[in-house]
């Protein structure tokens, strides 16, 4: 682990190679699994102020699930995520592009210059997950199986996690923390 400020970052982010491959994934990670995008407490709120802006970008079965079920909700962990369009499938936020590749409906707004929020971030950061503990953060590698495409074109390009996601790593702990880690693994691990 590396003690990085308030953070214990696994050693996984510096020598896993990751890179997305949504040719070959077609975005997997936003269609499977149990639960929604888990939520910061703020970004429930900006759920809630943006959605109107972000409704227009949407499928009409996202718009439905979220209109029914909420802008989000407590999943089976007790923790506020996306809403999901039914149980186990796809995020209500989510769309897809001409080639079938999902696309997320919050980011398309942003990029339209409808709102200033880019996405959650536990998806901008993925594939990290962050794990809340009372005097720190565990900044960990979620190892995926739909992954692994990814991580053949991240050993192909020899592109480490921590650099294929500097700029979701900024923006969650700053520029400071991330330059810090960035010359940790450079100098002490590398």
Same mark, same amino acid.
């Given at each position: 682990?590396?003690?990085?400020?308030?953070?214990?970052?696994?050693?996984?982010?510096?020598?896993?190679?990751?890179?997305?491959?949504?040719?070959?994934?077609?975005?997997?990670?936003?269609?499977?699994?149990?639960?929604?995008?888990?939520?910061?407490?703020?970004?429930?709120?900006? +759920?809630?102020?943006?959605?109107?802006? %972000?409704?227009?970008?949407?499928?009409?079965?996202?718009?439905?699930?979220?209109?029914?079920?909420?802008?989000?909700? +407590?999943? $089976?962990?007790?923790?506020?995520?996306?809403?999901?369009?039914?149980?186990?499938?796809?995020?209500?936020?989510?769309?897809?592009? $001409?080639?079938?590749?999902?696309?997320?409906?919050?980011?398309?707004?942003?990029?339209?210059?409808?709102?200033?929020?880019?996405?959650?971030?536990?998806?901008? +950061?993925?594939?990290?997950? %962050?794990?809340?503990?009372?005097?720190?953060?565990?900044?960990?590698?979620?190892?995926?199986?739909?992954?692994?495409?990814?991580?053949?074109?991240?050993?192909?390009?020899? %592109?480490?996690?921590?650099?294929?996601?500097?700029?979701?790593?900024?923006?969650?702990?700053?520029?400071?923390?991330?330059?810090?880690?960035?010359?940790?693994?450079?100098?002490?691990?590398?």
């Amino acid at each position: 682990m590396i003690p990085i400020k308030n953070t214990l970052v696994s050693d996984n982010v510096a020598f896993t190679q990751f890179v997305c491959n949504l040719s070959k994934c077609k975005g997997a990670c936003c269609v499977e699994g149990e639960m929604g995008a888990p939520l910061e407490d703020d970004e429930r709120h900006i +759920l809630e102020d943006i959605y109107e802006d %972000v409704k227009p970008f949407l499928t009409k079965e996202g718009i439905e699930a979220i209109e029914k079920n909420g802008k989000y909700v +407590l999943d $089976e962990d007790n923790e506020f995520s996306t809403t999901l369009i039914e149980r186990n499938t796809a995020c209500a936020y989510v769309t897809y592009d $001409e080639k079938g590749i999902t696309k997320c409906g919050i980011e398309k707004a942003y990029e339209a210059g409808k709102i200033d929020y880019q996405k959650p971030i536990s998806c901008h +950061l993925y594939p990290i997950r %962050v794990t809340k503990y009372a005097s720190f953060d565990a900044v960990n590698y979620d190892e995926w199986e739909i992954c692994t495409p990814a991580c053949s074109l991240g050993k192909e390009l020899k %592109v480490p996690v921590y650099k294929f996601l500097k700029t979701p790593l900024i923006r969650k702990y700053g520029t400071e923390w991330y330059d810090e880690l960035a010359t940790f693994i450079e100098k002490e691990l590398l």
